[in-house]
């Protein structure tokens, strides 16, 4: 057999496998698509994704959700009459929930992926002057939320009467300047553990309630915010052992360079 000839060869034992591949696929995706037809929901399984300490949401409510509080029931009804753009948008009108995917798998099960939201905060509505209101939760991006009837959260509690507009939303330019100091607040276990409470004023200024003793922090504005949190550590440092929690009504850490403190 000549060179030429093997090659040739060659050449078309390379173009077989591609076709055979090729035809392999397409009856794949055919078999797929038939069987997709052919398969009827046989169950809704739910994964819940949570940063929280518990997860805020349930189930139990994801489902009545999906299901359109059980009037829309999927057993048994074949996949391709589900649609699972219509499941992810009636699972995404939960104010908790931050996303929401939805597939099927060759069982006739519908895999729900849920991840919810992590809240910094929590708003506390009758304190700013809305008690006609619940209580709201605030998110990492800056949204106001509902509350789980699930789990409480231990989180930074917030009043004030910067929240006395219900529909304040902490992402427009003024509430901006709030969301670095509760993030800051938020990833420190310490300043976490020490502050209960925080008062935001209608012109966004702060006053800190700590966890121990009866004295106020006057934060001020939430500007240089660490440079601020480096000086009441410095004073927890150095005042608190010696004058003890109790001996000043207010600290003032909105002075630059200073620490202002009142009996």
Same mark, same amino acid.
């Given at each position: 057999?000549?060179?030429?000839?093997?090659? !040739?060869?060659? @050449?078309? !034992?390379?173009?077989?496998?591609?076709?055979?591949?090729?035809?392999?696929?397409?009856?794949?995706?055919?078999?797929?698509?038939?069987?997709?037809?052919?398969? +009827?929901?046989?169950? *809704?399984?739910? +994964?819940?994704?949570?940063?929280?300490?518990?997860?805020?949401?349930?189930?139990?409510?994801?489902?009545?959700?999906?299901?359109?509080?059980?009037? $829309?029931?999927?057993?048994?009804?074949? *996949?391709?009459?589900?649609?699972?753009?219509?499941?992810?948008? @009636?699972?995404? @009108?939960?104010? *908790?929930?931050?996303?929401?995917?939805?597939?099927?798998?060759?069982?006739?099960?519908?895999?729900?992926?849920?991840?919810?939201?992590?809240?910094?905060?929590?708003?506390?509505?009758?304190?700013?002057?809305?008690?006609?209101?619940?209580?709201?939760?605030?998110?990492?991006?800056?949204?106001?939320?509902?509350?789980?009837?699930?789990?409480?959260?231990?989180?930074?509690?917030?009043?004030?009467?910067?929240?006395?507009?219900? @529909?304040?939303?902490?992402?427009?330019?003024?509430?901006?300047?709030?969301?670095?100091?509760?993030?800051?607040?938020?990833?420190?276990?310490?300043? !976490?553990?020490?502050?209960?409470?925080?008062?935001?004023?209608?012109?966004?200024?702060?006053?800190?309630?700590?966890?121990?003793?009866?004295?106020?922090? $006057?934060?001020?504005?939430?500007?240089?915010?660490?440079?601020?949190?480096?000086?009441?550590?410095?004073?927890?440092?150095?005042?608190?052992?010696?004058?003890?929690?109790?001996?000043?009504?207010?600290?003032? *850490?909105?002075? !630059?360079?200073?620490?202002?403190?009142?009996?």
């Amino acid at each position: 057999m000549s060179p030429s000839t093997k090659i !040739k060869i060659q @050449r078309l !034992k390379k173009i077989l496998s591609i076709v055979i591949l090729m035809g392999l696929a397409i009856a794949a995706v055919v078999y797929e698509e038939i069987s997709y037809n052919e398969i +009827k929901c046989t169950g *809704l399984v739910v +994964k819940l994704d949570s940063e929280n300490e518990k997860p805020l949401l349930g189930k139990q409510d994801i489902n009545l959700m999906v299901t359109n509080q059980g009037s $829309d029931y999927f057993l048994n009804k074949p *996949l391709n009459e589900i649609s699972l753009h219509q499941i992810e948008q @009636r699972v995404k @009108r939960i104010p *908790l929930v931050k996303s929401c995917e939805a597939h099927h798998d060759f069982s006739g099960k519908i895999i729900i992926s849920v991840k919810e939201y992590n809240p910094i905060a929590r708003i506390l509505r009758f304190t700013s002057g809305v008690s006609n209101l619940r209580d709201q939760y605030v998110t990492q991006e800056g949204r106001l939320i509902s509350t789980s009837d699930l789990f409480t959260p231990r989180i930074l509690v917030v009043s004030g009467p910067f929240f006395k507009d219900s @529909r304040r939303d902490l992402r427009d330019p003024r509430g901006k300047t709030l969301l670095p100091f509760l993030e800051f607040i938020n990833q420190d276990e310490f300043w !976490k553990a020490q502050i209960a409470q925080i008062i935001v004023a209608e012109d966004g200024g702060i006053v800190m309630v700590p966890t121990m003793g009866k004295t106020y922090i $006057d934060f001020g504005l939430p500007i240089h915010i660490e440079t601020k949190f480096k000086k009441l550590a410095l004073f927890y440092k150095k005042i608190i052992p010696n004058k003890g929690w109790n001996t000043y009504s207010w600290i003032h *850490l909105k002075y !630059k360079n200073q620490v202002i403190c009142d009996y």
